[in-house]
Structures are given as structure tokens and as C-alpha cells.
């Protein structure tokens, strides 16, 4: 069983859907759980970074990190064709600098 | 903040050659990460620094790949004999002190034909 389970997709959304993109763990030593934003052939962008259990909100973005169950989720409201990209979870255990991945969710956002 | 740079963008080499990547992380950040990322998964810990000390490698890491960060500044991957499964995206990100995010810069993609 890998750590970190993500199901890569691909999702196809209607703009102005909300999205949902999820991910269980399995490592309850896990502390920080990040998000990221990947367009083809580019680096990660940084989207949402929480910490421990709770919800995170950040424009159309909302993070939720549900430690008892080892699940997180990262919400997306009114969805645009340029949220059409791959999203991949990532967490890391508190005094470790190893970031660990989920494989990614494809996303297309038709307009 | 410039953000996290790599060179080159995109690198096509002959199996057995040796290549070389550099990475220069958002200034004053201590910490530097080398990952690789493989065509459908997520990117893999290679190795890590803080300032110009490296702290761990991961199994990943075979004898054929060297990581250096000599000033604490930028940092440079070498892959030496170069192997089709080698073929990968190699990413590099940077994080300051007290802070858990890593900022990723846009990744060197090699190509070992």
C-alpha cells in the first residue's frame, strides 16, 4: 500500500462546477498537507498549505484535512478552463523535510 | 522573490553520457530539495540540504547521481552514465526555516535517448 493514495482521473467538469479532489494517507505521523497545481511540462505550484486537522479557505479554493480518517480534500468553487491542469497532494511528517506525493488528479475544465 | 530557477528547461542526452543540472532556490531560503518525477506519478525525494550540508539522500539516489550545494546558494545534480530510466523530470524546490511549504521552480526534463 502506498502512503499516499490519489485517484489520478481524469475528471471532466463543466465550467462553474465545484470540484472535488481527494486524497487518503496512511501514515498518521503526517502533520502538514499541501496542494499543488501542475500544468503540463511545468513545476508544481504551491495552492494550499495546512496544517494538522481543519479547514482552509482561500478564494475559490478550500482546503479540509480530516486527520482521523487519514483523508484530505481540496475543494474548487465556480471552476474555470484554467483550472484545467493536474492537482497533486502532498504531506510530510512533522521534523522530516521528505515531502511525499499523491500521483496527481487530472482536471479539464470545459468551457 | 524570483522564484525557484533550474537549468537547462529540457536537456536530450546519449546513454552513458553525463549531465548536469543547477538550481537556484528563492534567496535566503536554507533548505533545497531535489526531486524527480516520473511521466503519471507524483515527484519522489531524492535529497535535501540545509544551507550546504546534505542531510539525506534517498535510496533513489544511486552511486551514478551527485548533488552538491558548495556555498549554501545554488545547488547542482549530476547523473554520471546516463540510462534510459533515467528519462524523468527533475525538479528542484526550496523552503526557509520555520516554514513546512516547499516552492518548486519549473523543472528540468531529461531526455536519454
Known amino acids: 500500500q502506498k502512503e499516499v493514495e490519489q485517484d489520478p482521473g481524469p475528471l471532466s467538469v463543466p465550467e462553474g462546477a465545484i470540484v472535488s479532489l481527494n486524497c487518503t494517507y496512511s501514515n498518521s505521523a503526517f502533520q502538514y498537507f499541501m496542494w499543488y497545481r501542475q500544468y503540463s511540462r511545468k513545476g508544481p505550484e504551491l495552492l494550499m498549505y495546512t496544517y494538522s486537522s481543519g479547514n482552509k479557505e482561500d478564494g475559490r479554493f478550500t482546503a479540509q484535512v480530516d486527520k482521523s480518517s487519514k483523508y484530505i480534500s481540496l475543494f474548487i468553487r465556480d471552476s474555470q478552463p484554467s483550472d484545467s491542469a493536474t492537482y497533486l497532494c502532498a504531506m510530510v511528517q512533522g521534523g522530516s523535510e521528505k515531502l511525499v506525493f499523491g500521483k496527481g488528479t487530472k482536471l479539464t475544465v470545459n468551457p | 522573490d524570483t522564484g525557484v530557477s533550474q537549468d537547462p528547461r529540457h536537456k536530450i542526452t546519449k546513454r552513458g553520457q553525463n549531465v548536469t543540472f543547477r538550481c537556484d532556490p528563492i534567496s535566503e531560503h536554507n533548505r533545497l530539495y531535489w526531486y524527480r518525477q516520473t511521466l503519471g506519478q507524483g515527484p519522489e525525494f531524492l535529497t535535501y540540504?540545509?544551507?550546504?550540508?546534505?542531510?539525506?539522500k534517498s535510496r533513489l539516489l544511486s552511486d551514478r547521481f551527485s548533488a552538491e550545494r558548495p556555498k549554501g546558494s545554488f545547488s547542482t545534480l549530476e547523473i554520471q552514465r546516463t540510462e534510459q530510466g533515467d528519462s524523468a523530470m527533475y525538479l528542484c524546490?526550496?523552503?526557509?526555516?520555520?516554514?513546512?511549504?516547499?516552492?518548486f521552480g519549473p523543472g528540468t526534463r531529461l531526455t536519454v535517448t
Open positions: 524546490a526550496s523552503r526557509s526555516g520555520g516554514r513546512a511549504e516547499q516552492y
Open positions: 540540504f540545509q544551507n550546504e550540508a546534505q542531510l539525506e
